[in-house]
Structures are given as C-alpha cells and as structure tokens.
C-alpha cells in the first residue's frame, strides 16, 4: 500500500492566467505540462492549472488532490472501502488514472 501526494490540481475557466499568477506569487516559471495541463513547480511541489471552460469559483470540483500509487486499481478499491466513491477512469497520452470523491463529494484522482 502506497499513496504519495502527486500535485495540487486547479481547474480555471483561465488556466493561463491562473498558471502566470500562482507562479509570480511563488517566483517559478510556469511550463507547458502537454494536453493542456500548465505546471508550476515551487518548494518542492507541483501545481496544475488545467482548463474548465465551465467551471465556476468556488465549487467542489475548485482544488483537487492528485494522488500517485504503485498499484492505481488497488487504492482505488480501498479507498472505496474508506467511503470514497469512484467515479471514472480516465486516460490520455500521459497515463491512466482514477477520479474519485471523498466523502464530503470532493473529487480527487489518483494515477
């Protein structure tokens, strides 16, 4: 059992604009991440602006944790037994992950 913190994820209807003022307030450079992502790397921690056309401020979906794992399908089931619920998988040229929400609905996804 294996869970590690993979970055902080934000979802903006202005992910360029988000990606260049988080980097400014840390004092990093914000670097193309490929499918749409933007990186920022500070103190050690990676930030991910990535873009939600519909997304509103404030919502649940806001931050998300995302989380690395040795063995994805296998957290995934015992965070279900936790009382997470899963909700999808997903995929793209970077790898495979899973979307889920904690308890209180708020989504995390673990690659």
């Known amino acids: 059992m294996s ?33 749409g992502y933007l990186h920022v790397r500070a103190a050690g921690m990676l930030i991910i602006v990535q873009s939600a056309p519909e997304h509103t401020s404030g919502t649940p979906t806001d931050v998300h944790l995302d989380l690395r794992a040795d063995d994805r399908v296998l957290e995934a089931q015992r965070l279900v037994g936790l009382g997470a619920t899963l909700l999808t998988e997903r995929s793209d040229s970077h790898g495979t992950w899973s979307v ?11 690659g």
């Open 3 to 35: 869970l590690d913190i993979s970055a902080v994820t934000f979802n903006s209807a202005q992910p360029h604009r988000l990606a260049h003022f988080w980097a400014q307030a840390l004092g990093a450079q914000v670097v193309d991440g490929g499918n």
């Open 100 to 110: 889920l929400t904690d308890p209180d609905e708020r989504e995390f996804c673990i």
